[in-house]
């Protein structure tokens, strides 16, 4: 039975300085990626504590300001590999619901569906490179491991900021203890 590990939870946020300069001050995490994706239209900032995590808090701009509700922009969950991400998918789909998107992070690999009150999950493993964020790439989870492991690496390189994922964790426990 794969038991996905709950990893981080990403929050709509009115003011994405104030709420930058409240989890950086007050819980001590370190901002280790921020931007706009291209595929999103809202600002987003990662943090973290973790040197092993690339993120544990996302904040994602765009929270109306008479909203009560809709706070959580996302819960996720890691599992240990592809072949676990490819197995959540299918309990997704027999479950009846949809998947919203399948897509590389660069550093991940993940999955994105919606739980029965429209909760937005995401599964997802690691992949041993990184690449600044946002990144959202969309990639087939029906090739096989190896050429999956082929394509996104030759993505991974492509891009301006490319580290291995060691590289990255020494960086960020850099960022992190400073």
Same mark, same amino acid.
């Given at each position: ?13 009115r003011d994405m300085d104030r709420m930058r300069q409240f989890y950086t001050d007050v819980f001590g995490l370190t901002v280790t990626d921020a931007g706009r ?8 900032? +990662? ?5 092993? !995590? ?10 109306a300001d008479d909203a009560t509700a809709n706070v959580a922009q996302q819960i996720s969950f890691l599992v240990d590999n592809l072949d676990q991400v490819r197995?959540?998918? $299918? ?20 999955? %994105? +569906? ?15 490179? %990184? ?7 969309? +990639? ?13 690496? !030759? ?21 992190? $203890?400073?």
């Amino acid at each position: 039975m794969i038991k996905p590990q709950l990893t981080h939870v990403g929050i709509y946020v009115r003011d994405m300085d104030r709420m930058r300069q409240f989890y950086t001050d007050v819980f001590g995490l370190t901002v280790t990626d921020a931007g706009r994706p291209p595929d999103f239209h809202l600002d987003i900032a +990662f943090l973290s504590a973790d040197p092993g !995590e690339h993120h544990q808090l996302v904040l994602v701009g765009g929270r109306a300001d008479d909203a009560t509700a809709n706070v959580a922009q996302q819960i996720s969950f890691l599992v240990d590999n592809l072949d676990q991400v490819r197995a959540m998918r $299918d309990r997704v789909v027999e479950a009846g619901m949809d998947v919203r998107r399948v897509i590389t992070h660069g550093n991940a690999w993940s999955v %994105y +569906f919606s739980d029965p009150e429209d909760n937005t999950l995401e599964v997802y493993t690691h992949t041993p490179w %990184y690449i600044p964020q946002p990144a959202a790439i969309p +990639f087939d989870l029906d090739l096989s491991n190896e050429e999956i492991m082929a394509q996104t690496e !030759e993505l991974c390189r492509a891009k301006d900021g490319f580290a291995t994922a060691p590289a990255r964790e020494s960086a960020m426990r850099e960022m992190i $203890d400073r």
